[in-house]
């Protein structure tokens, strides 16, 4: 009796565990999914910054006349009337542009070409206007109401040492283009985005460098907005996870301990949680699926703005929006990557097996991704080497959605060359392929081991993609396999391209 009563008991305490794993589970692709919608997030509010410091930088670099340059070598030239039309311009650049902190322009030296020295910037008509001499005009160059003369106030003059560009690399490479810092950095003088353009002499040579100093602290607090009503909606799924699991846990302790005094009222413990564990499960199904609903609706709504469809929207409204749009689009293709693992592994994941040309379908999916290549500067080709017919008996949306999902990520880890799809089969051994050839980043000998497991990519895979999840091959293996086949991948190494290999039996 004791052993039973114990049995029963270990029986009772499992919903109490694996209310506690979905609920952790549930925790993880929520912070995932964040995660992933934060970063998309941050990388098009970045893009738009650097190419509207781009602009600024190249046409105020526009404006300044290299002979006017030219006259510019020692201190002392600052009182030469070049002087004044080169500050004056940058003055204008950059006071028509609020949040510009610093524009400056600055030049290898003629002795040394590994160093640099300042020519001149915004704010220094009079260098010597904060050196608190009476007579003077205070200037406060980055706009924060405080006169630190020695600090972010600190005015040039002609030849002035800048000795911190060379731990500058872009000082260097805006020689050959305008260009902008690789990241957004914090120093003393705040949060900024730096953009660089050359100036030009009659002759096309480069003779400075203009250098725009962007602050970036709007850009957080766009972020933050952005953000704000998903993760409210994703504090609210957590609180109601968690009293779910808290109260099947309180149910299961209370039930497990009426079994000691009788086998009639174990019974039906277990037969009540059962019927809990059921509803639980099928709450979460719901919970994941409402997850994509208020996106789907959050992305169809930016879709008909972008439109037009509640009237005309103004230049400085369509990028936010645009943004909303991409981002949700993003997060919801996480979500149905964590339904579809979820699926798999609970073997509810119902197949449709019909046959099918694989070689006419890959194909319309090439026709179909082609325009994304072609916007990456990549070539998406097609060709067949077929002695059959090309037919399979497979579920024709899971093999057309493997075949996409193995395309994109070629086209997704392939910053130059081409994308090859090639159809091919074996009637020995009644086997079709279908092969993706890429010109990628590739794949290390460590990583093609483990690259088809859960939450696995490659360890070079974040320099080009940091969005990924790490369950897009695994659910395309998955569902391979559970049609006859299976996927391979194969590489030389980094940065040597890869193939990966969709095999499916031929229905002959």
Known sequence: MNIKKSFFASQATRPVWFGMFVFVATLIIIVLSSRILYN?????????????????????????SASDLDQLRVEGDWRNPAWARVVNTLNRAKYDNDDVVFMYIFRKTENDATQMEFVADADSINPYANSGEEGTWLVDVNRDGIIEPEGPDKLQWPGQPYPEAVDIPEAFNAYFGPLTSVELYTDEYGTVLTGYAPIYDDERNVVAILATDIKADDFFTITTQTLRPFIVFILFLVAVIALLTFAIAYTSRTYSKSIEESAEKLEKANLRLQALDKQKSE??????????????????????????????????????IERIEESSKLMAIAIEDYLNVSRIESGNMKYNLTDFNLADKTEDVCDDLR???????????????????????????????????????????????????????????????????????GISKTDQATIFQKFERAENANSVNVNGTGLGLYVALKMAEAMGGKITASSEGKNKGSVFTLELPLAL
């Open 283 to 320: 709450f979460v199904s719901i919970a994941s699926h409402q997850l994509r609903s208020p996106l789907t609706a959050i992305r169809g709504y930016a879709s008909l703005m972008l439109e037009g469809s509640y009237g005309k929207i103004s230049a400085k409204a369509r990028q936010p």
């Open 40 to 64: 998309q997030t941050v990388d098009l509010l970045t893009e738009n910054l650097r190419q509207r410091l781009l602009t600024i930088s190249i046409t105020a670099a526009s404006s300044i």
């Open 371 to 441: 325009s994304d290549a072609v916007k990456n500067g990549l070539a998406l080709i097609f060709r067949t080497e077929l002695n059959s017919r090309g037919v399979v008996n497979a579920d024709l949306g899971k093999t057309i959605q493997i075949i996409q999902n193995l395309i994109n990520n070629s086209i997704k880890y392939t910053e130059k060359g081409t994308i090859k799809v090639l159809v091919r089969d074996d009637i020995k051994r009644k086997r079709i392929y279908v092969d993706i050839i890429d010109t990628g980043i």
